[in-house]
């Protein structure tokens, strides 16, 4: 709870803050990385960092946050915290972090700000701060407890036991503990870290969900190759290094299971939607609800550039066909096939039926049209659900 003298003050300097918190991040980062360079080579992703994706993220989440506190002092954005504590976890961050985090983000406050920041503001703001942060701290000590890990301690060594070309720029990679005990359990829907050797010395760290069902009795995940021109640099540098170098029998470090975008249970109808590589989520969810015989209609949902282009397409029918009442259908940007949809996903056709639960996966504009689309058909609000693929920006800035 945000003190009533800390909230007037809060709100009276949002708009200034919320003007600069783009400056104030990057000027953080620049600061943080000066002062810890490992946090950059083994911690966050260079990547988003290149192309500037994180400094958003972190702008829109202190923003959304502080935002919420005035707006509604006695509550906390629940949802926000709880995905942001599912990337940390799988990340392996601690509660001394956070006072890093908290030394070099107030310096650059104080630098973009200046005069402005009284001493007044300097509480106000520094409340703000550790009321988000203890949230954090709570939630990922939690989540480490359920895993039964030390707070950060989240890796294991993993063998590659296969791997399977999906497509020219997809391939799924077979795991097993190497110690050969028993792999942690996951909820379908969930991911787990992947931490690398490159060849700078850097142990560069991403996310891949968790392809296969939870009862499954190998984990997968995969990995689709990024292209362009820093294809070879710091925006595909771990997907570049799993297709190039890593072969059946060596050794990933990999986390345990995280994520808050999980299948939940129950009979009620599901829409799985999906677009490229967000289908690895709806997969795991596709195969678990063929597993367990669920009994209401599910809708399987994906676009893509071109059948060639789309992973795991066969797995994506069979398991549908599964189902007692599974619907599957495609759409794709070339070279449809008959039966599949051409150009961009289009719900005008597809049944919805009534209570249905959706889950979406792919690209920020992919899912922004799709949940419009829902939404226009009656799905309530709080019955779509998502997964973003990289820092989340759509949830920061909601």
Request: glycine share 8%; with cysteine; aromatic share 6%.
């Amino acid at each position: 709870m945000l003190s009533e003298k800390s909230a007037e003050t809060v709100r009276a300097t949002l708009p200034a803050v919320g003007a600069a918190v783009g400056d104030i991040a990057e000027l953080f980062y620049t600061k943080l990385f000066a002062a810890h360079p490992e946090l950059l080579r083994d911690l966050f992703n260079r990547g988003n960092q290149n192309a500037g994706l994180q400094k958003q993220a972190l702008a829109g989440s202190i923003a959304a946050f502080a935002t919420h506190l005035v707006a509604h002092p006695d509550t906390r954005p629940d949802v926000m915290l709880n995905r942001i504590a599912h990337k940390h976890a799988s990340l392996g961050v601690t509660r001394g972090q956070y006072e890093v985090v908290h030394r070099h983000l107030f310096a650059a406050i104080a630098e973009i700000l200046g005069e402005a920041v009284t001493p007044d503001v300097a509480a106000a703001w520094d409340e703000v701060y550790w009321l988000m942060a203890n949230a954090l701290i709570a939630i990922e000590e939690r989540l480490y407890a359920e895993q039964q890990v030390l707070a950060g301690d989240v890796w294991r060594p993993w063998t590659v036991t296969a791997r399977v070309e999906e497509t020219a720029d997809c391939t799924t990679f077979h795991l097993a503990p190497a110690d050969g005990s028993p792999a942690p359990g996951f909820a379908a829907g969930q991911y787990v870290s992947v931490q690398v050797g490159l060849p700078d010395g850097a142990r560069q760290i991403r996310q891949y969900s968790l392809s296969c069902a939870p009862g499954s009795p190998v984990r997968t995940i995969t990995v689709k190759r990024i292209h362009g021109p820093a294809a070879a640099g710091p925006d595909g540098e771990v997907s570049n290094h799993l297709h190039a170098a890593v072969a059946v029998g060596d050794t990933l470090r990999v986390s345990a299971p995280y994520g808050d975008l999980v299948l939940r249970g129950g009979a009620a109808p599901v829409l799985l939607a999906s677009a490229g590589i967000g289908c690895t989520p709806m997969l795991s969810m596709l195969e678990h609800l063929a597993e367990t015989g669920h009994p209401s209609p599910v809708t399987v949902l994906h676009a893509d550039r071109s059948p060639a282009d789309h992973a795991l397409r066969a797995d994506h029918r069979a398991l549908t066909y599964k189902l007692a009442d599974g619907t599957a259908r495609f759409w794709y940007e070339a070279d449809a096939e008959p039966g599949d949809g051409e150009g961009l996903m289009d719900l005008a056709d597809v049944a919805v039926a009534p209570g249905t639960r959706a889950y979406l996966c792919g690209p920020l504009p992919f899912m922004r049209a799709v949940r419009a689309q829902l939404l226009a058909k009656g799905v309530p609000a709080a019955d779509i659900h998502y997964e973003v693929f990289g820092p989340d920006l759509w949830l920061a800035s909601a």
